[in-house]
């Protein structure tokens, strides 16, 4: 069975929000671990966690996803800039941690003049501080569109970031659809060229999540926009392939398409469910 959920708030509580994504049809989710804008987070609930992991056990959903906030730049040239990123990441990891989320989202960050193998080195460096026997998260690289300076707009630079990881076990990567696509890798015309570059240049047994998003702009274009499914340059025919395909199908899949109401992604879920072969 497909694993398909949405991005949703915590706002009232880790529980009410397993709660909400089932009733919207989902079996797995994501949530930011902080407000996605700034740095407060709140003060974690032992027995809010606890009884959300209940929930999920009990109900079967596939592992869900914390992302990180994505003003973080991990490989900022700013020594200040940098030390936040570091600093909100790691105590994430131990949110994660105590909260027995597996995976751990995050963007790896603009170089902004440095350079791409400057910010490689940079972000590979905060891994290799950060990924301590004291959490069990694993961090997922989010593969980006390479709009700006953003790293991870190709296979290549997430691969030399992972490979940079001394903790083999405890990254991988998170593909987004929207973004890959933006990137300029062809999803809707050969999926199977992309994904045999994938496995070829980082592996697939590395891909643990997909972000599930049709895209605003044609391929290529660099431009970081997200459309709902089906409404996009993606389009439906491709996303049926995308979600029946062998190397993906029982990965978990979140959409972060634009929506005002909840109940657009009960409908959204519906119909990503509907094309499931
Ligand atoms: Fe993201
Ligand atoms: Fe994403
Ligand atoms: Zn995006």
Redesign the pocket.
Known sequence: MLHIGCHLSPSDGLLSMAKTASELGADTFQFFSRNPRGSKAKALDPSDAAAMQAYLAEHRFAPVLV??P?TLNPCAGKAETAEFAELVMRDDLMRCTAMRTPFY???PGSHVGQGERVGIEKTAALLNRILTDETDTTVLI?T?SGQGSEIGGTFEGVQAIIERVERQDRVGV?L?TC?VFQAGYDIVNDLDGVLNAFDRIIGLQKLRFI?LNDAKFACGMHKDRHEAIGLGQIGTDAFSRIVNHPALKDLPFCL?TPHDQLQEYAQEIALVRGLTK
Request: overall charge negative; glycine content about 0%; proline content about 0%.
């Open positions: 992302h990180a994505y989202n995050f963007h989010e980006m998170c987004d973004h972000h972060e």
